[in-house]
């Protein structure tokens, strides 16, 4: 690379960090068929460095908001900006900024962990040494080196889980967004995976994490938006949010207290 073209590149990293990782601004999203909106005029400024959890009953509007976020589904109405881009058109730009860990597990059963790593490496324009180096410190940051040339399909809950993190930081993005990424797994694995989402807020990554375990949303997130029938009810620091409830011990009380008791399908 050229003087000129790395001071370029230097230049517009310093004009990505200078915008915040994530800007939502007015969305809706109206599905066909659908009587009521998914998200209704949803608002959302994530700073550098923040794990920002979205949390809600299942039907809230948080797999659809992460959706139209990570450049997977278009909106009705409103923008998303991601470090300053829009997610419409600038689409593929985003994607290389961005990383996705999302609900179900986006792995290929017949593949050993490595061979999906260098698949989904190879997606994002990593090649050779650098390719092998990422999948070496992604196996090991997920406890799975020793289990690397082991097929998938053998792998338990939990390890799947581990891999699919990988997967979606294999290309160190600034900004990842995380779809209930410690679902139905063992208490170790869960604990591990929450080890290791800190260890990245430490090293400046942004994240965006849904989960129905509020304790968890409680010990990682630094600030965290109650959604409800697609709109955001309360937002703010977890401590906050709960202080400002005094009958509420903590953030599952709070959250039982916002969208209610009745069973959600």
């Known amino acids: 690379m050229t003087a000129d073209a790395t001071e370029a590149n230097d230049n517009s990293k310093r004009a990505l960090e200078a915008k915040p990782p994530l800007t939502v601004m007015n969305l809706v999203k109206v599905y066909p068929k659908s009587s009521l909106p998914a998200l209704?005029?949803?608002?959302?400024?994530?700073?550098?460095?923040?794990?920002?959890?979205?949390?809600?009953?299942?039907?809230?509007?948080?797999?659809?908001?992460?959706?139209?976020?990570?450049?997977?589904?278009?909106?009705t109405e409103g923008r998303v900006e991601i470090y300053g881009l829009d997610v419409v058109?600038?689409?593929?730009?985003?994607?290389?900024?961005?990383?996705?860990?999302?609900?179900?597990?986006?792995?290929?059963?017949?593949?050993?962990?490595?061979e999906n790593l260098s698949y989904f490496g190879k997606l994002y324009g990593l090649s050779g040494s650098?390719?092998?180096?990422?999948?070496?410190?992604?196996?090991?940051?997920?406890?799975?080196?020793?289990k690397a040339d082991q097929v998938v399909k053998t792998y338990s809950g939990g390890m799947k889980r581990r891999v699919n993190?990988?997967?979606?930081?294999?290309?160190?993005?600034?900004?990842?967004?995380?779809?209930?990424?410690?679902?139905?797994?063992?208490?170790?694995?869960r604990n591990l995976i929450l080890e290791k989402l800190s260890s990245?807020?430490?090293?400046?990554?942004?994240?965006?994490?849904?989960?129905?375990?509020?304790e968890e949303a409680q010990q990682l997130c630094t600030r965290a938006a109650v959604m409800?029938?697609?709109?955001?009810?309360?937002?703010?620091?977890?401590a906050s949010l709960i202080q400002k409830h005094p009958d509420c011990g903590n953030l599952g009380d709070l959250f039982l207290k916002l969208t209610g008791k009745n069973l959600r399908d």
């Open 40 to 75: 209704q005029d949803l608002n959302l400024v994530v700073g550098n460095g923040e794990i920002y959890g979205l949390l809600g009953p299942n039907g809230a509007g948080k797999t659809t908001a992460i959706s139209i976020m990570t450049a997977g589904l278009l909106p």
């Open 89 to 114: 058109r600038h689409r593929s730009r985003v994607k290389q900024l961005i990383g996705l860990v999302p609900q179900d597990i986006a792995l290929y059963p017949d593949l050993t962990a490595r």
């Open 130 to 146: 650098e390719l092998a180096d990422r999948i070496a410190e992604t196996l090991e940051l997920v406890g799975l080196t020793g």
């Open 165 to 189: 993190l990988a997967a979606g930081i294999l290309h160190t993005p600034r900004l990842v967004f995380l779809d209930e990424p410690t679902v139905g797994i063992d208490a170790q694995s």
């Open 200 to 214: 990245l807020k430490s090293s400046g990554t942004t994240m965006i994490y849904t989960t129905h375990y509020m």
């Open 228 to 238: 409800d029938e697609g709109r955001v009810i309360e937002e703010g620091p977890p």
